[in-house]
Nanobody, 119 residues
Framework: QVQLVESGGGLVQSGGSLRLSCAVS????????MSWYRQAPGKERELVAS????????NYAESVKGRFTISRDNAKNTMYLQMASLKPEDTAVYYC????????????WGQGTQVTVSS
């Protein structure tokens, strides 16, 4: 059974920092690309950052470049999102995603963790 469990969300003041974690079980973590998505109230879910399984290369949404850092620890089956200089517009539910392409794309999702940034 595949499980992705996010933690580390909470309430923080504008300019503050948080680190999200995603603990993964039930799949070969090192073989999966990993991503963080977020969804704000009334908005569609958007990709925040991703990190590849092959070489650890990363991609970021323009809105978080220079402020957020995605990383992974394959020995711990865990992905992280270090968030700094947080803004009220970063307020959203943050979701962990694991994906692999075998014939087609296969996705697994966590339940989400709330991040609220007060002004």
């Amino acid at each position: 059974q595949v499980q992705l469990v996010e933690s580390g969300g909470g309430l923080v003041q504008s300019g503050g920092s948080l680190r999200l974690s995603c603990a993964v079980s039930g799949l070969t973590f090192s073989s999966y690309g990993m991503s963080w998505y977020r969804q704000a109230p009334g908005k569609e879910r958007e990709l925040v950052a991703s990190i590849s399984s092959a070489d650890g290369s990363t991609n970021y949404a323009e809105s978080v470049k220079g402020r957020f850092t995605i990383s992974r620890d394959n020995a711990k089956n865990t992905m992280y999102l270090q968030m700094a200089s947080l803004k009220p517009e970063d307020t959203a539910v943050y979701y962990c995603n694991a994906f692999v392409i075998i014939s087609r794309r296969h996705d697994f999702w966590g339940q989400g963790t709330q991040v609220t940034v007060s002004s």
